[in-house]
T-cell receptor, first 115, second 113 residues
Framework: KQEVTQIPAALSVPEGENLVLNCSFTDSAIYNLQWFRQDPGKGLTSLLLIQSSQREQTSGRLNASLDKSSGRSTLYIAASQPGDSATYLCAVYWMTTDSWGKLQFGAGTQVVVTP | NAGVTQTPKFQVLKTGQSMTLQCAQDMNHEYMSWYRQDPGMGLRLIHYSVGAGITDQGEVPNGYNVSRSTTEDFPLRLLSAAPSQTSVYFC????????????FGSGTQLSVL
């Protein structure tokens, strides 16, 4: 069964510290992986998308790495700010033979950055 | 640029009532989908569409119906609401298949009493 896990479910860091968020998946034959941000009462915003052939993607203070062999992706947020407080979700996409593919979400990590 | 628009934002139903959640996108995306988000369970796919006239079931389709008559709109119908359908519903769209960047609406919070 293809599963996506995010641990821890929540963490709190002081402002300025680097954030490290983890995403693990059970089937390494992924097509791609996306990281999302969700603010309370809002929809999800895609932050980064990594194709299976890539090792990392960067956007500003965000860097996401992908290690298919170990079934892991890590989202790094440098020099965290209170505005980074949100829930971060990862989603893994697998190709399938009987449908248009399968996108599985993790349950998310709730982040609080304290001033 | 509106992106993905969902209405209503909040809805309270009584058990057995029916309703339609609306979703519209103005990005000319072929792929559209509906998810429900429940505490501790993440997002689960209800139904999806890969173009006008083409829909398919996701992980939790029971009790829901969809149709796609235009590229822009993808309504979700609750046939006979049950308390188990209390959830937050999200519509999402993507330009690419497979596995393109997903754009989400702001969600509909539904309570079934």
């Amino acid at each position: 069964k293809q599963e996506v896990t995010q641990i821890p479910a929540a963490l709190s860091v002081p402002e300025g510290e680097n954030l490290v968020l983890n995403c693990s998946f059970t089937d390494s034959a992924i097509y791609n992986l996306q990281w999302f941000r969700q603010d309370p009462g809002k929809g999800l915003t895609s932050l980064l998308l990594i194709q299976s052939s890539q090792r990392e993607q960067t956007s500003g203070r965000l860097n996401a790495s992908l290690d298919k062999s170990s079934g892991r992706s890590t989202l790094y947020i440098a020099a965290s700010q209170p505005g980074d407080s949100a829930t971060y979700l990862c989603a893994v996409y697998w190709m399938t033979t009987d449908s248009w593919g399968k996108l599985q979400f993790g349950a998310g990590t709730q982040v609080v950055v304290t001033p | 640029n509106a992106g993905v628009t969902q209405t209503p934002k909040f809805q309270v139903l009584k058990t057995g009532q029916s309703m339609t959640l609306q979703c519209a996108q103005d990005m000319n995306h072929e792929y559209m989908s509906w998810y429900r988000q429940d505490p501790g369970m993440g997002l689960r796919l209800i139904h999806y569409s890969v173009g006008a006239g083409i829909t398919d079931q996701g992980e939790v389709p029971n009790g829901y119906n969809v149709s796609r008559s235009t590229t822009e709109d993808f309504p979700l119908r609750l046939l006979s609401a049950a308390p188990s359908q209390t959830s937050v519903y999200f519509c999402a769209s993507s330009a690419l298949l497979p596995g393109g960047k997903l754009f989400f609406g702001s969600g509909t919070q539904l309570s079934v009493l």
